[in-house]
């Protein structure tokens, strides 16, 4: 649970340390495992629910099945989830004619099961197959909220869980061959890890440091099969990017730019890591985890070799970079969510300890914290907290008042979303719903767009795009679906996530009706001089054109030069067809 410095004896050059018989795994401890599981199982399933953003992707898998592509709005090529994997993954069940909706929540559940599951079995792995094994690191995972709430919520958490305990079983297991020799196959290893940046990008972190350990295990065996494996794992990810400048016309996915993570925003992300640990007294777990490291490589260190070190140096290593990332953007706007996979990585090592006097008191200590967290420990705040962060499960199980909102039927209490999808439903004709003051507060207000599909614009995506028809557009001023938005500059020191606040005067210029209604008329001049800027016509082309040979090259070559195109939030200022730095 805590990066350990320690002196290994160097292996000798050729001679891999053979390895012990092992010791035939107790009853006892294949029951703990499962105990744990089942009951990680059944938290994660009573907290089932599926957030805005999962019902993002699952809009974004329904246009593919039927047959607009990959993509959130129908004619436009914008890539709105950030998970190509959990993407493309879901659209299996959904071929089966399986609802999406339940699939995303089963498949979530499993991969993080299955995750613990590797971890566990690595752990049992890791240290020569111990007859008697304690679940340790495994206890913080099954014992946290956020792990139970976005288990499920249609987002790739699970995925990530999944892949990460399935990279370091394998890992474990190719540090198992190295000791008895090296044999056995490596790319299984390889081509994992190469989905690293397509379960998440910022995973490539894990997948680097796994890929060193790997060259570091096979070394033995040539550069030329160091090479292989290589290009082994670089495959895909390589053939999807090129696949991705071609169609969408971006280096990234838009959610990338839409929350610019490339942007230094520390203080923020201290209150978000604060957030977390201070909720569930992570450094209790982080110390404990420290004091039964130490016992045990007293223990294994007349045993412990330089392979071995690398390879457990992975997760902990991994950890600090994945956290020390999250908190550099300014982490999340959910409680928790984009801090679970450093969390994770960093039990790996230790998901399960041999259980002996030396290690009885820590994993005890464990266990009670573990207990507190279940039954005691919760944020401070209901529904928002401080620094514009939410209990983000707890928030829309209250709004649209359902214990477990998983389903379109479950969200028709909304209390924004539906009104306006059933304004824009009973216009007359094609229209522009936009979100506006009434007499008596938020109304919708009607454009008429006869030349354009109907278009509705509302902060919550998913849930406007679960209960609108896959031809209507649904769009927003964050920039998750609407590149107008992804491309313009950010509110500053505004809620992570949301910073990105687009003026209505830009949808009504891009939407092409003539009426105005609440809207600025001088606003909206602007924004149509703005529209109309070399440079913003062609992003708008990279999208919106027909996707012709010439058209997937010309986003190819331009990619670069697009991915860092940004103007002025306001169209007054954009007008000037002037690139923000």
Known sequence: MATISATVEAEPAGSPTPSPPRPRTATATTVGFAVVLVGFAVMIWHRRWMSDDGLIVLRTVRQLLAGAGPVFNQGERVEANTSTLWTYLLALPGLAGVSLNWAAVALGLVCSVAGVGFALDAARRLFGGARWMAPFGALVVVALP????????????????????????????????????GGGRAWPVASVLGLAPLVRPDLALFGLAAAAALVVLERGRGWRRIAGLAAVAAALPLAYEVFRAGYYGLLVPGTALAKEASTSRWRQGYHYLRDLTDTYWLVVPVLIGLVAAVLLLVRLRRTATVATAVVVAVPWVSSALLATYVTRVGGDFMHGRMLLPALFCLTLPLAAV???????????????????????????YDTLGPNWIANERLYYVVIVDRPNPIVAEDFVDHPVAPEGVAELAGAP??????????????????????????????????????????????????????????????????????????????????????????????????????????????????????????????????????????????????AQCLPVE
Request: proline share 10%; glycine share 10%.
């Open 429 to 574: 004709g094609p229209s522009l719903a936009l979100p506006g003051p009434g007499p008596d507060g938020l109304r919708w207000w009607l454009f008429p767009t006869p030349d354009r599909p109907s278009t509705i614009t509302w902060l919550n995506l998913g849930v406007t795009g679960e209960l609108a028809p896959l031809d209507t557009r649904v769009l927003d001023g964050v920039g998750l679906t609407h590149p107008l938005a992804t491309h313009a500059t950010s509110v500053p020191d505004g809620r992570i996530g949301h910073d990105k606040d687009l003026p209505p005067e830009w949808f009504v210029a891009d939407s092409g009706t003539t009426e105005t209604g609440f809207v600025d008329p001088a606003g909206i001049a602007a924004a149509r001089a703005a529209l109309a800027c070399p440079a913003t016509q062609e992003l708008l082309a990279s999208y919106r054109d027909p996707l012709t040979l010439d058209r997937f090259v010309r986003n190819v070559t331009g990619a670069l030069e697009r991915t860092s195109y940004r103007y002025d939030r306001d169209p007054r200022v954009a």
């Open 354 to 380: 041999p259980f002996t006097r030396r290690t009885a008191v820590p994993v005890l200590a464990m266990a009670a914290w573990a207990a507190t967290s279940l039954l005691a420990l919760r944020p401070a």
């Open 146 to 181: 956020p792990f139970w709430d976005f288990g499920t919520s249609g987002l790739e958490t699970g995925l990530i869980v999944g892949w990460l305990g399935l990279t370091w079983w394998l890992l474990v297991g190719r540090l198992e061959a190295h000791r008895s020799g």
